[in-house]
């Protein structure tokens, strides 16, 4: 006779309603923003007449500034004692943005709703990390977060199927942009209505800059390793918007282009959790080193792409090392970092990353614009090339 197994403490507690809810605010506002990413390089180009440079510059501008921005938005709502307002004004600037998507008749109302947008996410991402870190049990911690950024990634994959189907119904860009308006306010509705906040003192925690550039000798040589590491391999990650203009010049149609995006997000989301687990297993600088591997294997393979089949097995390749690098990059962070300065060692890496950034979208538009758009990625598989090397030299 079987006995049923022994219930663990941890899986008798429950997710808490807050933590749903912030899934949910996810899910909705990645379906919102993907959307609306899968198609606005092809409206940039097509409909306002932007060249590839402008795109770099737009995108290098918005990314950069969502990871300067987010450096200093813990740190304030610590201050504040208040994470929701700091969650509402976030999501809410990147409702406000969509709008103007589908109202843009210039290429300098797009920048601005990209702006605002990618402001918005600077605001919210690292309060709403907090907030789920204050309301978790700990006993399943990790299994909150996962949950959160598993319906992130539904939403990323959800975001471009719609551009998809809207295109097949609508057959217009600008009218299809028009519904990521819907989740992206379902999403701020879901905030006040089912975000429910702990007890805080405000003041309780003073201000801090997480930049304390007082301390940076206490970092070790490792650390700043793994920053410049890190710098380089940013310099050849430039903005997804260029896998999308790429499928257009490869023969896709503008209905079918948001495919990309979708391909992309589901070897992303396939990869990263194994990717993870393996780095609790074994050397995460050789899992980053296959990283790097696969983003060069799908620079070459973009450059080079002559058909539509080809040039999917880059977009799928450009996915996979995603997974292999988002996350280990991150666990390097924290591996080398001194205990008592991770949020420190956090706000300097994002910083330089963000530099980073914007450098490279504004090199990858000059180049396609220049030279052409196997020239952009040559030089992707460049930067990354250089970045493993000096990844082998640290291992030594």
Not at 169 to 196: M, S
Request: charge should be positive; charged fraction near 15%; hydrophobic fraction near 55%.
């Amino acid at each position: 006779m079987s006995r049923e197994r022994p219930t663990t403490k941890a899986e008798r507690i429950r997710i808490p309603r807050t933590i749903w809810a912030l899934g949910f605010v996810s899910l909705f506002m990645d379906l919102s923003s993907e959307l609306v990413h899968s198609l606005l390089p092809v409206f940039l180009v097509t409909t306002l007449g932007a060249s590839a440079l402008t795109v770099g510059v737009i995108e290098g501008v918005a990314e950069s500034t969502a990871m300067l921005v987010k450096i200093f938005s813990g740190a304030i709502s610590d201050f504040m004692g208040r994470r929701k307002g700091l969650l509402l004004l976030g999501y809410g600037l990147a409702a406000l943005s969509k709008p103007l998507f589908p109202l843009a008749h210039s290429v300098e109302v797009v920048f601005i709703a990209r702006f605002l947008d990618r402001i918005g996410k600077g605001i919210r991402g690292a309060p709403r990390d907090a907030l789920i870190a204050d309301v978790s049990p700990p006993e399943i911690r990790g299994a909150c977060f996962g949950l959160r950024q598993s319906m992130d990634t539904v939403g990323a994959v959800l975001g471009p199927a719609l551009a998809i189907l809207l295109m097949l119904w609508l057959v217009d860009l600008q009218r299809a942009l028009w519904f990521a308006v819907i989740p992206a306010t379902i999403a701020v509705a879901l905030i006040v209505a089912g975000v429910k906040e702990p007890t805080y003192v405000p003041g309780e925690h003073p201000f801090r800059s997480p930049i304390r550039w007082g301390v940076l000798h206490d970092f070790s040589a490792g650390y700043w390793w793994v920053v410049i590491i890190g710098g380089v391999f940013t310099l050849a990650r430039f903005s997804e918007a260029f896998l999308v203009l790429r499928a257009q010049q490869t023969g896709l149609s503008v209905t079918w282009i948001p495919l990309v995006m979708v391909v992309m997000a589901i070897f992303y989301a396939f990869s990263a959790y194994p990717a993870g687990w393996l780095s609790d297993r074994m050397s995460r600088t050789k899992l980053l080193c296959m990283g790097m591997v696969l983003l060069v294997l799908a620079d070459v393979v973009l450059a080079q792409s002559g058909s539509v089949i080809t040039m999917m097995l880059g977009v799928a390749l450009w996915g996979l090392h995603m997974g292999f690098s988002q996350g280990i990059l991150a666990s390097l962070v924290a591996d080398n970092a001194p205990g008592q300065l991770k949020g420190t060692a956090f706000g300097i890496f994002n910083l330089v990353s963000g530099a980073c950034m914007l450098i490279a979208s504004v090199l990858a538009g000059g180049l396609w614009q220049s030279i052409g758009s196997a020239s952009t990625f040559l030089m992707g598989a460049l930067l990354a090339s250089t970045a493993l090397l000096l990844l082998l030299l640290k291992k030594q």
